[in-house]
């Protein structure tokens, strides 16, 4: 567990997977989710136990929770993780609508910077931001991230970058 003066981070375990299910299925999700294959409650139960070990699957989720009651209003993702150049991407998503916009988002990437360094030897992440995602755009640009110019154009996604 991994605190802070609000949040804290847990690894997602099999108790959240309905909640986690729940929360890809909203509009809000798909609409900022790079997310492809249909969701269904047994690919989260999957994904959750692939992700238990990060540097075989190359991917984990942490839940976001609020400190004083430990209830979850959100995921952080890190994935597409490439030890050779030691980068991986992050994805975040705070699911309960009035969490938003307090700080919370924050307060978890900080906190993944610190996971992502410090215990599994990251050096670069990156966020890939779909081109109508204003919102995240301006967060990502607000803590430190860097518009990386792409060679190709990914989708119809900007990618951000941060050196740890």
């Known amino acids: 567990m991994h605190e802070s003066t609000d949040i804290f981070l847990r690894l997602i375990c099999k108790d959240d997977a ?65 030890v050779n150049k030691g980068l991986a991407s992050v994805g975040i998503l705070i699911a309960e609508k009035e969490m938003r916009n307090k700080g919370y988002a924050k307060e978890a990437i900080l906190q993944l ?30 803590i430190g991230y860097t518009k990386i110019v792409q060679e190709e154009v990914v989708s119809d996604a900007i990618i951000y970058q941060f050196k740890l």
């Open 18 to 82: 309905f909640m986690t299910y729940l929360w890809e299925l909203t509009e809000d999700a798909k609409n900022v989710t790079q997310i492809q294959n249909k969701v269904s409650l047994v690919l989260i139960y999957e994904l959750i136990e692939e992700q238990q070990n990060f540097r075989d699957s190359g991917q984990t989720r942490f839940v976001i929770c609020l400190k004083e009651n430990k209830r979850p209003i959100g995921t952080i993702d890190l994935y597409d993780f490439n």
């Open 113 to 142: 910077h610190q996971i992502a360094n410090k215990q599994l030897g990251i050096k670069y992440l990156e966020a890939k931001v779909q081109i109508s995602n204003v919102n995240s755009i301006g967060f990502f640009e607000s």
